[in-house]
């Protein structure tokens, strides 16, 4: 689970997939980055799981230049309970 030591808060489960879908394009980062127009190191921080944030421009490059959807690149691991499991953007509760 990547580590927000940033901040006093609990780590993010936000985990992109850069490098699965560099290798089955067969293509590296630095081309990658010269085709989405970002710069190497901004990717290699997405790569190695270490973002605290994305921009939706980079996002947007990104998916452009792979052929991909937002969420083929990013997902969210569930934590230790099953928390973040729920496809229905609900938390699980009934909100009353």
């Known amino acids: 689970m990547p580590r927000d030591d940033a901040t006093d808060g609990p780590p993010h489960r936000v985990v992109a997939h850069l490098d ?13 980055a010269e085709s989405a127009g970002v710069t190497v190191a901004n990717l290699s921080v997405l790569k190695n799981n270490r973002a605290r944030a994305i921009r939706f421009s980079t996002l947007t490059a990104v998916c452009d230049a792979l052929g991909c959807q937002p969420g083929d690149l990013l997902s969210v691991d569930p934590g230790p309970d099953g928390e973040g499991d729920r496809r229905d953007g609900t938390d699980g509760t009934d909100g009353r």
């Open 20 to 32: 699965r879908l560099l290798e089955r394009r067969g293509l590296t980062l630095a081309q990658l």
